[in-house]
């Protein structure tokens, strides 16, 4: 069936490093991709998005890269901060039936930045 | 600013004791989603509302019941809540069903902070 998962369940990064947060899906038919950001207590929040007929995409210090061939994506964090402190979700588009589409999230990916 | 409203934040009820949680947007979105997160798990989806359509999930249990009264609130009615169904519930909006369209990123879930709850 399909899935999202993630490698890490834990990532611990030094306060000015970058951080590099992983994710694999399973369904090649995929074509649009979230990341989102949890903070304790709150909802996730978006962070980027990426579709199919790119590889990469950047914000404001994150980029999402998307590697189609092996059915991977990463989110990368630049000079990551204590805000930066949360669980990752990576979510892909499940299209339905009648022009429904579901996000299906991933297992997530808690990062501690350290000072 | 516009945003997704959740309340209460904490809701502390006895096992089979009815609940119920609500969700208002201001952001005149046309759908409304109901999320379970148990601790440190994905959300789940339990249902959607596309304005008054209902769309169940095939796994939510009956014990999990939705109401959209009008298009700025909608509300998780938990008929005998059960040990099993401590966890966070997340509201969350889009503009539409598609949840892609242009820009990019304009039409994903808004998520509102959620409802904790317990159940003793």
């Known amino acids: 069936g399909e899935s999202v998962g993630l490698h890490l369940p834990t990532l611990s990064v030094q306060e000015g490093d970058n951080s590099i947060i992983n994710c694999a899906y399973s369904?090649?038919?995929?074509?649009?991709f979230i990341w989102y950001k949890q903070e304790s207590g709150k909802g996730p929040q978006f962070i980027i998005d990426?579709?199919?007929?790119?590889d990469k995409r950047q914000g404001q210090r994150v980029t999402v890269l998307l590697n189609k061939t092996v059915k991977h994506l990463s989110l990368q964090i630049a000079a990551t901060q204590p805000g930066d402190s949360a669980v990752y979700f990576c979510?892909?588009?499940?299209?339905?039936?009648?022009?429904?589409?579901?996000?299906?999230f991933g297992a997530g990916t808690r990062l501690a930045v350290h000072p | 600013d516009a945003m997704v409203i959740q309340n209460p934040r904490y809701q502390v009820t006895q096992f089979g004791k009815p609940v119920t949680l609500s969700c208002s947007q201001t952001?005149?979105?046309?759908?409304m989603y109901w999320y379970q997160q148990k601790s440190s798990q994905a959300p789940k989806l339990l249902f959607h509302?596309?304005?008054?359509?209902?769309?169940n999930e095939a796994d939510t249990p009956d014990n999990f019941q939705s109401r959209r009264p009008n298009t700025s609130f909608c509300f998780l009615d938990i008929r005998s809540p059960g040990l099993g169904d401590a966890a966070m519930y997340l509201c969350?909006?889009?503009?539409?069903?598609?949840?892609?369209?242009?820009?990019?990123?304009?039409?994903?879930?808004?998520f509102g902070a959620g409802s904790r709850l317990t159940v003793l």
């Open positions: 969350a909006t889009s503009r539409d069903k598609g949840l892609t369209g242009s820009p990019p990123g304009a039409n994903v879930l808004t």
């Open positions: 369904n090649s038919a995929s074509d649009y």
């Open positions: 990426i579709r199919s007929n790119m």
């Open positions: 979510a892909d588009l499940a299209r339905l039936s009648g022009g429904y589409n579901k996000l299906i």
């Open positions: 952001l005149n979105h046309n759908v």
């Open positions: 509302y596309y304005d008054k359509d209902f769309n």
